[in-house]
């Protein structure tokens, strides 16, 4: 097995805070099994999963790993399915179909994370946005919401009513992984769900948002407010069906200028955090934007657990940015998994290294790129799970 050597040195961010958990039934040692066996006993069962225990800042032997779009195309196995589902949103919206494919990376390469597939615009649909996901094109919005009325069209998302086998497939994940992984959640944060509905699908210049954001703020902030709301029952949902963490994607925030951030936002981001951690107080949270480098600090006045770097950020930098106690996550560039074992290898030792011990989520710092060779993926798994601090 490759592995990456111990990190002996005492880090500035080994000695952290944990934040208060769940009292659960466990014993007062933790089992540990080498890598590829399985723990059988009764007493492992209920050990947290090491993903959960380094957010909270306990002592972990190692940073957790799991990799964003880990479940998905570049697997041979997805694309068999693909052949006879054609349909993303068959896909992502067949609770059998959802639990399969996610589990295809645990089953392989048993992360430390397995998360859910399926899309962040998947709640639109029933909150009267109707909208598809075409390959070769991506999401397509078929009336675009411009105006105040538009608006006004858009239901509160209710959903146990509008997603059920989003929570189907959650309480099957939890009992397929059993605690060996943390199951993941996520959604979309209101500007990035904005952005999508305003613009009409993707876009490079964001020019009809902005144009929305600066001549009519209302109508903007009107939609923000009902994505806020939506998004944060979307999380408790998700959390009470079976979810023991929840990204939240703020794709195109980075889009914005400080000031306007903390405008559009910074505001809506709070307001899920606060809503989510009144009902689910030991649920993590954790923040992905790419491109947010020039964002950090206010990332972070969110209140998430965790704020995901993409690899544009220094791992180093990133963590004297944010401070010894927020916990991290990423950063390695998805570019890096077409490049040599070795190189692979050395660029997993220089994030671990530069993140430190404890409060570190090895992951990418963005989703696994279409055409990632299955086996540099595999190497990835099996160097981080070879590290020891």
Not at 63 to 77: I, N, T
Not at 131 to 149: E, H, M, Q
Not at 228 to 236: L, N
């Amino acid at each position: 097995m490759s592995c990456i050597c111990s990190f002996s040195s005492v880090s500035p961010f080994s000695s952290l805070l944990s934040s208060p958990r769940k009292s659960i039934s466990k014993p007062s040692t933790i089992q540990c099994s080498l890598p590829g066996t399985v723990l059988e006993s009764k007493a492992a069962s209920v050990t947290e999963p090491l993903l959960l225990n380094a957010v909270r800042g306990e002592d972990v032997e190692r940073p957790p790993v799991w990799l964003m779009r880990q479940a998905g195309r570049y697997m041979k196995s997805y694309q068999t399915i693909c052949e006879k589902y054609p349909s993303f949103r068959e896909r992502s919206e067949n609770a059998d179909l959802v639990v399969e494919i996610s589990l295809q990376p645990w089953k392989v390469f048993k992360p430390d994370g397995v998360i859910l597939f399926s899309d962040i615009l998947t709640p639109l649909s029933g909150m009267n946005i109707p909208f598809d996901i075409v390959k070769g094109k991506g999401p397509v919005i078929f009336n675009p919401l411009r105006t105040a009325a538009d608006v006004n069209q858009v239901r509160e998302f209710i959903p146990e009513e509008s997603v059920p086998y989003v929570g189907e497939s959650l309480t099957i994940l939890r009992k397929e992984v059993d605690n060996q992984a943390a199951v993941l959640g996520f959604v979309g944060a209101p500007f990035t769900l904005a952005s999508y509905c305003v613009e009409g699908g993707s876009s490079k210049h964001f020019s009809k948002i902005k144009r929305l954001a600066f001549s009519e703020p209302q109508v903007l902030h009107a939609l923000l407010q009902k994505f806020a709301t939506s998004m944060a029952k979307y999380v408790q949902y998700q959390a009470d069906k079976g979810a023991q963490a929840v990204q939240i994607f703020d794709s195109w925030a980075t889009e914005l200028s400080p000031v306007d951030f903390e405008e559009f936002s910074l505001p809506y981001l709070k307001q899920i955090v606060d809503t989510v951690k009144q009902t689910h107080p030991n649920l993590p949270l954790i923040l992905y934007a790419s491109g947010s480098g020039g964002l950090l600090e206010r990332l972070a006045l969110t209140g998430v657990d965790v704020v995901s770097l993409d690899w544009t950020v220094d791992m180093a930098e990133g963590r004297r940015r944010l401070g010894p106690d927020m916990a991290v996550q990423g950063n390695v560039d998805p570019g890096v998994l077409f490049g040599s074992k070795e190189f692979i290898t050395n660029r997993i030792n220089d994030v671990v290294r530069k993140a430190g011990k404890g409060k570190h989520i090895l992951n990418l710092g963005h989703g696994i790129v279409v055409g990632t060779p299955e086996e540099n993926v595999a190497h990835f798994f099996e160097v981080a799970k070879g590290i020891r601090y």
